[in-house]
């Protein structure tokens, strides 16, 4: 079983990642191999071709999580403030296409409150802290707004393309187990321990404080 968690950032991509790589037995997880910033990381063609074959000809289950990746420039002026711009997404819908392909069960995770998917980038980009608790700050985050839609929509468009539904964040950090439970059976998924998956979808862990 090869599972792929797709979405965009800030959607919950890494806490649902972590709660199926530590409660479905003999499994491997692979964190965001096509994010360059990682030591594991399929950036070339050739990098990837050679991950997807290793990928292809595994025998044990493997859940990997990859997010539509951009590229951010921070930069501070002169009062110690920082400036955040996006300069592009990193790849397009045909590539994620191809290489999603590879995958037995594709889970796309969307964010429908935009501006709170905005905010929560913008404070992780100006605090550099993406995975660990973090305080909610006054920020400016409207500039990020265009690029919160534009990646939505490449998500849905894939969704739409793959025929799989779209994962709301709003409803799988709920605390709704009725939902929870209905997500393991849609996608057949069957976890080692149920109480421990609840545990890490429970919205009093998530990282905003």
């Known amino acids: 079983m090869k599972i792929q968690i797709f979405g965009t950032p800030r959607s919950g991509t890494t ?10 037995n003999y ?4 964190y965001e ?24 000809n595994c ?3 493997i859940i990997e999580k990859n997010i539509l990746e951009s590229e951010y420039y921070v930069s501070s002026n002169l009062e110690g403030h920082k400036n955040i711009s996006v300069t592009k997404i ?3 819908l045909s590539f994620y296409k191809s290489y999603l392909k590879n995958f037995d069960k594709l889970i796309f995770l969307y964010r429908k409150n935009i501006d709170e998917t905005a905010k929560s980038l913008a ?20 500039h990020l707004l265009p690029l919160v839609k534009t990646k939505n929509k490449m998500v849905e468009e894939l969704a739409d393309y793959f025929k799989s539904p779209l994962i709301y ?23 080692n321990n149920l109480d421990r998956f609840y545990f890490t ?9």
């Open 90 to 92: 990193s790849k397009d």
């Open 169 to 191: 964040y709003e409803d799988l950090y709920s605390n709704n187990i009725d939902f929870i439970n209905y997500f393991l059976k849609y996608f057949d998924i069957k976890v």
């Open 201 to 209: 979808l429970d919205t009093q862990h998530r990282l905003k404080k």
């Open 33 to 56: 191999p096509l994010n360059p910033a990682w030591t594991y990381k399929a950036s070339s063609n050739n990098e990837i071709t050679k991950h997807l074959n290793i990928l292809n």
């Open 27 to 30: 499994t491997v997880g692979i």
């Open 59 to 61: 025998n044990i289950n």
């Open 123 to 142: 404070i992780a980009l100006f605090t550099e802290n993406f995975y660990y608790p973090y305080k909610n700050i006054d920020i400016n985050y409207e």
């Open 15 to 24: 806490c649902l990642y972590e709660a199926l790589v530590n409660n479905i």
